[in-house]
């Protein structure tokens, strides 16, 4: 699986935006899905997570209330809507993918198989 993520940039405290992560595949609706991010000098968290064709979701508790991430198989795309962006949001965020992880390892970077490149969110104060 080839992941691709895009939408990121800056925005003001407050703000929205939203990611979109596209795979490569035809088995995309097999796959889980999640987000990850990276601030400078810190190390890569969990953000999100969205599994199989269930979609059930799982969220940092960080960011719980404010992004939502959903995915269109027939598109083969996973989002992360971001509202209420605030300054500590600021990050590279990475999307990932995994075709057999289990829902009480989806926090953990080391348990996912595929990544996509990163796309980076600036959130001014």
């Known amino acids: 699986v080839q992941l691709q993520a895009s939408g990121g940039g800056l925005v003001q405290a407050g703000g929205s935006l939203r990611l979109s992560c596209a795979a490569s595949g035809r088995t995309f609706s097999r796959y889980a899905m999640g987000w990850f991010r990276q601030a400078p000098g810190k190390e890569r968290e969990f953000v999100a997570a969205?599994?199989?064709?269930?979609?059930?979701?799982v969220y940092a508790d960080s960011v719980k209330g404010r992004f939502t991430t959903s995915r269109d198989n027939a598109k083969n795309t996973m989002y992360l809507q971001m509202n209420n962006l605030k300054p500590e949001d600021t990050a590279v965020y990475y999307c990932?993918?995994?075709?057999?992880?289990?829902?009480?390892?989806?926090?953990?970077?080391?348990?996912?198989?595929?990544w996509g490149q990163g796309t980076l969110v600036t959130v001014s104060s």
């Open positions: 990932t993918a995994d075709g057999g992880i289990i829902l009480s390892a989806v926090r953990r970077s080391r348990s996912w198989n595929y």
């Open positions: 969205i599994l199989y064709r269930s979609s059930s979701t």
